[in-house]
């Protein structure tokens, strides 16, 4: 029996598929009242809990050989952080207590590039670099960082963990919009204003959920393997989404200096006047901006893993948003 926390986000129900298609028998936790749409139809055992409740969690793992620990909050707006802290940092500690106490064999923990200490632009960096939340800036970093040094302490308790770290994520079946799915939804819609320079790496969120499944097959006790696809600037985003939707990209090229000073007095009023979360903020340029130079030779060399081209990523993203009626 496997265990899936966070099943109906854009990794999870992806995870979910993967899983039932090599013939698993998968046991969803799911929040009580939460849209189940993006599972919905398929042949998984759904359970009630919150990872911030250990009692519903000790319940979900019973008679579980691996938990796949997904859920958690991800969030590039500033002040979030005593709910970012519950459930990424708390809620992922009540995971390894009720892996304890129900005998679970293996904890596959979803953890975030993000949660490196990155060398200084210009240096590739890999698993060598550390878990250090004294060294990040960002609210959403310090948790997944704190997090991840959780399972490995547990590792040193006799937990039998290993931690996934995967860069930015895009592709199909993303029900909720993940921050690029919002991006090509703008784009496609003809609202989204303008552009700033930056870079970043993305993955297939379907080659995250195969790398997850092959770190639990042939991952080493307590390591960590970054999972990543392909580096790209946000000008080659824009001529690819241009290319692929034969719409023409924003000619507003934001300085970064001007798109900072924007960020920082808009963020606040996003979801108080437009309703919405935004996709510039003070957080996202940072990470455009930051070192995003990274590796993922370990996971080549040790689990077999590997990312297909981004382009092909990006133009199924399109296709599957398409015929959702995101656009619409």
């Known amino acids: 029996m496997i265990v899936v926390t966070g099943p109906t986000g854009h990794i999870g129900n992806v995870l979910v598929r993967e899983l039932l298609k090599r013939g698993e028998r998968v046991r969803a936790l799911v929040l009580a009242n939460e849209d189940l749409t993006p599972i919905r139809g398929l042949d998984v055992e759904t359970v009630e809990g919150d990872i911030v409740d250990l009692d519903s969690l000790i319940r979900a793992f019973e008679g579980a050989d691996v938990v796949y620990h997904l859920a958690g909050v991800i969030s590039i707006v500033p002040g979030e952080w005593d709910r970012l802290y519950e459930v990424n940092v708390v809620g992922t500690r009540n995971v390894i207590s009720a892996c304890f106490a129900c005998g679970v064999k293996r904890l596959v923990y979803a953890s975030s590039?993000?949660?490196?200490?990155?060398?200084?632009?210009?240096?590739?960096?890999?698993?060598?670099?550390?878990?250090?939340?004294?060294?990040?800036?960002?609210?959403?970093?310090?948790?997944?960082?704190?997090?991840?040094?959780?399972?490995?302490?547990?590792?040193?308790?006799?937990?039998?963990?290993?931690?996934?770290?995967?860069?930015?994520?895009?592709?199909?079946?993303?029900?909720?919009?993940?921050?690029?799915?919002?991006?090509?939804?703008?784009?496609?819609?003809?609202?989204?204003?303008?552009?700033?320079?930056?870079?970043?790496?993305?993955?297939?969120?379907?080659?995250?959920?195969?790398?997850?499944?092959?770190?639990?097959?042939?991952?080493?006790?307590?390591?960590?393997?970054?999972?990543?696809?392909?580096?790209?600037?946000?000008?080659?985003?824009?001529?690819?989404?241009?290319?692929?939707?034969?719409?023409?990209?924003?000619?507003?090229?934001?300085?970064?200096?001007?798109?900072?000073?924007?960020?920082?007095?808009?963020?606040?009023?996003?979801p108080m006047v437009m309703r919405k979360k935004p996709l510039l903020t003070t957080c996202s340029i940072q990470t455009l901006k930051r070192n995003s130079e990274t590796t993922s030779q370990k996971a080549v060399r040790e689990l077999g893993y590997s990312a297909r081209p981004l382009r092909q990523s990006i133009a199924d993203s399109i296709s599957w948003l398409k015929n959702h009626d995101v656009f619409g």
Do not use: N
């Not at 000619?251 to 900072?260: D, F, N, T």
């Open 113 to 270: 590039i993000h949660a490196f200490a990155e060398p200084p632009p210009g240096i590739v960096f890999d698993e060598t670099s550390p878990f250090d939340p004294d060294r990040l800036s960002m609210e959403y970093d310090r948790s997944k960082a704190m997090a991840t040094l959780e399972v490995l302490g547990a590792v040193q308790k006799g937990l039998d963990a290993v931690v996934v770290c995967p860069t930015g994520v895009i592709g199909p079946y993303d029900y909720r919009l993940s921050e690029m799915g919002r991006l090509i939804r703008d784009f496609s819609r003809k609202t989204l204003i303008g552009y700033i320079d930056g870079a970043y790496d993305f993955v297939d969120v379907r080659d995250v959920a195969k790398g997850l499944i092959l770190a639990c097959e042939h991952g080493r006790r307590g390591e960590s393997y970054i999972l990543s696809g392909e580096r790209i600037s946000v000008p080659q985003i824009m001529s690819l989404l241009e290319e692929l939707t034969g719409l023409p990209r924003p000619r507003l090229k934001l300085p970064v200096w001007l798109a900072q000073i924007a960020a920082a007095i808009l963020t606040p009023l996003y």
